[in-house]
């Protein structure tokens, strides 16, 4: 059907000329990303492909395949838009921890045929430089016009797998803060905890990881990126029972991050340009809550959670945070504050008792991390269908199960290119 010497020099002429899409305002967009494999947990066990395709016809075929190795996956797709499992594991996958810094391919590429002809070609990809990279198309979105990945509960992530029970309905990301960052995530939601006297991360009153650690990562990823990062710190699950141990904690803060946090007046207003324009890349949202009050320091984040416990839900409220801001936005009366929509599932007790008595017989199926997996797919193809217009941060449970970040990136392009109008 079609030569794989036409693919491998398909390929290196993107390498050296970039890709030179006709048409930037095209929708079309292929993206892959991850789902577990047999028994394993892990997310990172398979490769996902999602496709949106304008002027798709029945026929045309996706094509998965490796840049030095012999493997092929074909997947003929019967309408314009979905996603398909392959079964192929990314073990070929090529990082250089050299260049862990900018964007890199992994060796693995999927391209859409019509007819042995490639439409389009997409590559298994980090984004750590994405923001920067696309600067002179960007430039002049502000934080509150931008489409900003972000993760939910970000430092609730464990390597042990398989998870225990505990983590079922703990653990929200499979790596660490840097990985997510070099993922491509820009907004971080951090709950700082005081245990035995020491900071950390904490999901509800479980500790997950030292704040130390977290904060490494991120001065890491700015010293050595041009990257935009807001972090949440919110919620406060433990330890922070007096007033002045949040005094403390401003305190360390501004230490810690001297050099990199940026204080602004009305920062949701402020382009990336004129962001780039001084060294401080960090931005802070900081909201408590004491004897009944609510405290917020810096850039207020209107965080938008639905406590939804199916899909369903999720989809309705999703529908509900995306069309309220359209409203918003026509009456220019918008972009108050920078929003973030919380796009996943959340367990009540009932429902945790329930999946934990179904685990201990071998059934579970409700830990965070199944959820997720489930519901990855569907919020990329709801941000990718309807809502590319309005989304400002969504943040998500298991990154690697979604395509939203690469929604995100070219949805940033799009705003700044093409007719928003309608
Ligand atoms: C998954 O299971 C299938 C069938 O048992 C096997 O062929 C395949 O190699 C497994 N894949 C991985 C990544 O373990
Ligand atoms: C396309 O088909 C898949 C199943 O192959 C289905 O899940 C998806 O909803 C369909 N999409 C549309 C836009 O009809
Ligand atoms: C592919 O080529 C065949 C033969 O030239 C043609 O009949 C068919 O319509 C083409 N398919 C598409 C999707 O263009
Ligand atoms: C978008 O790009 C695809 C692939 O190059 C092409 O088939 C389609 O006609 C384009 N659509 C528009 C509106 O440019
Ligand atoms: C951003 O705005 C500046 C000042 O108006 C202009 O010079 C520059 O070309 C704009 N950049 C883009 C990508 O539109
Ligand atoms: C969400 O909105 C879309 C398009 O407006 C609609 O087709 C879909 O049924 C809605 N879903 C829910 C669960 O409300």
């Known amino acids: 059907m079609f030569k794989l010497n036409n693919i491998i020099s398909a390929v290196i002429f993107i390498k050296i000329f ?13 993206i892959l990303s991850y789902a577990p494999i047999n028994d394993s947990q892990e997310i990172r066990g398979q490769i996902v492909i999602y496709w949106f395709l304008e002027d798709f016809k029945l026929g045309d075929s996706l094509v998965l395949y490796h840049d030095t190795k012999d493997l092929f996956f074909t997947y003929f797709p019967k309408n314009s838009s979905g996603f398909v499992k392959t079964g192929i594991a990314p073990v070929d996958a090529r990082y250089s921890l050299e260049s862990m810094y900018i964007d890199q391919c992994t060796g693995y590429h999927v391209a859409w045929l019509r007819n042995s002809t490639e439409l389009m070609l997409t590559c298994l990809s980090s984004h750590a430089n994405w923001m920067y990279d696309n600067r002179k ?9 931008l489409f900003i990945p972000g993760t939910h ?3 609730s992530y464990r390597y042990e797998l398989p998870p225990t029970i505990l983590d079922r309905y703990t653990v929200t990301q499979e790596k660490s803060v840097m990985d997510q960052l070099l993922t491509g995530i820009r907004y971080l939601d951090i709950r700082p905890c005081i245990v035995d006297n020491k900071y950390w991360v ?8 030292p704040l130390d650690d977290i904060f490494k990562d991120i001065k890491d990823f700015l010293d050595n990126t041009m990257e935009i990062v807001i972090i949440n710190f919110k919620e406060f699950p433990q330890g922070f029972e007096i007033l002045e141990s949040h005094l403390n904690f401003l305190n360390y803060l501004l230490d810690e991050f001297e050099g990199y946090f940026l204080e602004t007046f009305q920062i949701h207003q402020k382009t990336l340009g004129e962001i780039w324009k001084s060294d401080n890349r960090l931005i802070f949202s900081y909201v408590s809550e004491f004897e009944g009050k609510i405290y917020r320091y810096w850039t207020p984040v209107n965080q938008q959670w639905g406590d939804v416990k199916n899909v369903a839900k999720l989809e309705s409220f999703v529908n509900e945070s995306e069309s309220a801001a359209k409203l918003e936005s026509n009456r220019e009366f918008s972009k108050m504050n920078l929003r973030a929509v919380m796009a996943e599932i959340t367990l009540d007790s009932s429902m945790i008792i329930v999946d934990a008595a179904l685990f201990y017989f071998g059934r579970g199926e409700k830990s965070l991390r199944e959820l997720a997996v489930q519901t990855g797919p569907l919020v990329t193809m709801w941000y990718k269908k309807r ?5 400002n941060i969504v943040a998500v ?7 939203i970040i690469e929604v995100a990136i070219w949805s940033n392009i799009y705003r700044a290119k093409c007719d928003m109008s309608n």
Do not use: P, R, V
């Open 18 to 30: 970039g890709n030179s899409s006709a048409n930037e305002c095209n929708t079309s967009q292929i």
């Open 397 to 403: 449970d298991f990154i690697d199960a979604t395509g």
């Open 202 to 209: 904490c999901h509800g009153l479980f500790a997950m990881q």
């Open 153 to 155: 509960n970000s430092g």
């Open 387 to 391: 809502h590319f217009k309005t989304a």
């Open 137 to 145: 198309i960007i430039e002049n979105l502000t934080l509150a016009e």
